[in-house]
């Protein structure tokens, strides 16, 4: 029996008449009685017997009938269930975020959403931008946030703030004061990005742009590690101004730079999901917060 067939035994077996089981399935009684008379066919025995005062159930079919019900207080359970998921992922958000993010912005971020909304639920994954690219095209995350990535047919993608690359120096590394040029950092080792890092990236072409060459004895992947390489006393690291809001003034100090360089940092979500609630105003309050330590951190 097709699912179907099985709606329509159930519905006659429930009204005990043709016009009135149409009226459950909110079908014609005409359907009705073609999708009997082919469930009938297809079991090769009749399910009711056509009397005057109405579908009277064949011993077959009251034999078949506690396995029917059965199915449908299991398929009421499916949909029970169904219903549960869709109100917790009203309350629920699976968030991807790169390392540079972390330890500042999404904390304050998370702290302003649970003020509202204390019911939701959090998981947060920590990836590098490609890998966050990825996972929310696969929906495995409800909302990324990563460095400027490419587009992609399946992620909707939008800038939420643009944090200014500084100069993070040991003290006493720079003799220089204000802002600094490019050049200067050619006497001084530089702890580099990873040329596959899209910040690596920006730094590397504004270098080539400028034709200045740098000692670029460390290279790493992450942008704190460069932070705490630089606050080791083992060169001057050029990160973004989010990740320079967590830098230990003692042991170093911040300065922006002279020329306008800066790295998008952007909002991703699936393509054609829903947007809830609860994503958009996380987004907004990290928006927020990005813009507020961007601020603080580059006038430093």
Known sequence: MKLRHIEAFNAIMKTGTISAAAKRMH??????????????????????????????????????????????????????HAKELRAHAQHSLRIGV???????????????????????????????SSAILQACALQQIDVGIA????????????????????????HGMLTSVGRIGLAELKQVRIICLSSQDPLGQVINKAFANTGVLINSAITVQTYHVALAMAEAGLGIALIDAISAASANPTKVVMRPLDIDLAIAIKALRPQRSENSAISNDFISYLSAVLHQLTKETSHV
């Open 27 to 80: 079908v014609s009684q005409p359907a009705v009685s073609r999708i009997l008379a082919h469930a009938e066919a297809q079991l090769g025995y009749p399910l009711f017997e056509r009397t005057p005062s109405g579908m009277v159930p064949t011993e077959r079919a009251l034999r078949l009938f506690p396995h029917i019900e059965r199915l449908f207080v299991d398929l009421s359970v499916v949909q029970e």
């Open 98 to 128: 790169v390392p540079a993010i972390g330890p500042q912005a999404l904390p304050l971020a998370l702290k302003k959403l649970f003020d509202i909304s204390p019911q939701c639920e959090i998981h947060v994954q920590t990836q590098h």
């Open 147 to 170: 460095f400027d990535v490419p587009p992609h047919a399946n992620v909707e993608s939008r800038t939420i703030c643009e944090a200014p690359v500084v100069c993070v120096a040991p």
